[in-house]
Every structure is written in structure tokens, then in C-alpha cells.
């Protein structure tokens, strides 16, 4: 293994970390949705487009697959969307997918849209 991509493994390693802390202080936000995991999953959306753009790709790798991957989490957002729907709650469990894939594909549009504003 080289030393180039050690160093990468240990910058996902850190910034995965980070993100997924960041994202367990997130999850405690509840309400008729799981605000917080989708306030994750749009934060790192946003994050997802901006570095998308990045000219620094080793810098971009670290942040988009550690920072952006611990913080956005599917398997939550997809466990509590199973769970609105097992108790009947059906409209909350629809509201969490449109919510979640929306909203998020329009945050990575909004990242982007930032970025190339900022590059230019």
C-alpha cells in the first residue's frame, strides 16, 4: 500500500468519524419525522455537491466518502421508514421517502450551485 493512499485511508478514517458523531448529536432531534436524520442527510447532500466540484480530489475523496458518508445515514432513514409503516403510519413513512430522496437530490443541486458559485 503507498504512502498516498494510506494517508487517504486515515482521512476517511477521521472524517467518517466526525461525520457519523455529528450525525448521533442529529439523531436525537425527533418529531413527527426523524428531523435530525434527515437534517444529516440534506447537510450531506449539500456537502456531497460542494466538494463534487473540488479540483483537489484527494481532499474531495476524504471529505465526500468520511465526512459526507458519517453523517448521512440510509440504513436509519430507511429502518424508520419500515417503522412508521409496521405501526400503520403510513402518510409519515411516505412523507419520510419523499422527504429524504427530494429533498437530498435537491441539496447535492444546491452544492453544486455553490460551489460554481464560489469557483468562479
Do not use: D
Request: glycine letters at 12%; zero cysteines.
Amino acid at each position: 500500500m503507498s504512502a498516498e493512499f494510506s494517508l487517504l485511508v486515515f482521512g476517511v478514517a477521521v472524517a467518517g468519524g466526525l461525520g457519523a458523531v455529528l450525525r448521533l448529536y442529529l439523531a436525537q432531534w425527533q418529531g413527527k419525522l426523524p428531523w435530525g436524520i434527515l437534517a444529516g442527510n440534506l447537510l450531506a447532500s449539500v456537502l456531497v455537491g460542494l466538494f463534487s466540484a473540488s479540483q483537489i480530489w484527494f481532499l474531495a475523496i476524504i471529505l465526500i466518502t468520511g465526512l459526507a458518508g458519517g453523517l448521512s445515514t440510509f440504513s436509519s432513514f430507511a429502518a424508520q421508514t419500515v417503522e412508521f409503516m409496521r405501526r400503520g403510519r403510513i402518510a409519515q413513512g411516505l412523507l419520510n421517502i419523499l422527504a429524504n430522496l427530494l429533498l437530498s437530490s435537491t441539496a447535492v443541486l444546491l452544492g453544486q450551485a455553490l460551489a460554481t458559485g464560489l469557483l468562479k
